[in-house]
């Protein structure tokens, strides 16, 4: 059978390390549609997303306007196929959140009531989460021990929810969570929460509130 066209990608650093070590072998499905699909990578979700979808931290990233019709994943050299079409990253980019002097507001969180709280993929009370562990990153604040904290509790939530709250704990977010953050305390920083406020049904929402619980006004 003749192989089909590759699917041509960027990625964040981490992701593209993690694909090329990964095994060969199929990929269990967690989410198949136009925009995104999830796979299952060892425990933890890869995204492949559109160009209109969010470019979440732990995805390849591709210009279509709608991805195929996906039925199986596999690994095979490193290489994400879904079904006989591989998805090849040919650059790099930064999922990093930028360390800029924040002031925090001091405010702590109990992980054990946010973790795997709310419906969907993503839970709210992961997104507050993510949107607070984001913004200590930011200011260029360890928060150890709620890592470990929540590291404990992931078994309770999505893979795909456990995979972005791994990330923001390395500071990796969403473009719109960035910004948010490179405007906080400036005039712009309005539009960058309407933005932050479009990402999903709700997602936007509990990124914006765990942002701006960590934040001094």
């Known amino acids: 059978m003749t192989q089909r066209p590759a699917i041509p990608a960027s990625a964040p650093d981490r992701v593209a390390v993690r694909l090329r070590a990964a095994a060969d072998g199929t990929r269990a499905l967690l989410h198949t549609g136009p925009d995104a699909v999830y796979v299952d990578l060892d425990g933890r979700a890869l995204g492949v997303v559109g160009r209109h979808a969010w ?102 939530t999505t893979v795909l929810s456990a995979t972005l709250l791994e990330c923001a704990m390395r500071g990796e977010v969403l473009p719109e969570v960035a910004d948010l953050i490179a ?17 999903g049904s709700s997602s936007g929402a509990g990124l914006l509130e765990g942002a701006r619980w960590a934040l001094a006004a």
């Not at 795997?116 to 009370?125: I, Q």
């Not at 405007?183 to 990402?199: E, Q």
């Open 55 to 156: 470019q979440v931290p732990c995805a390849l990233r591709t210009r279509l306007d709608a991805l195929p019709a996906v039925r199986s994943a596999a690994v095979v050299g490193g290489v994400l196929h879904l079904d006989d079409v591989p998805v090849r990253v040919g650059r790099v980019v930064s999922a990093q959140v930028g360390v800029r002097p924040l002031v925090l507001s001091g405010a702590v969180v109990e992980p054990a009531t946010l973790v795997g709280s709310g419906a969907g993929l993503t839970p709210y009370g992961d997104d507050v989460l993510c949107g607070y562990l984001a913004a200590h990153r930011a200011a260029g604040r360890a928060t150890d021990d709620l890592d470990a904290e929540v590291t404990g509790l992931l078994p309770r």
């Open 183 to 199: 405007a906080w305390g400036t005039p712009a920083a309005a539009a960058a929460a309407a933005a932050l406020l479009r990402v």
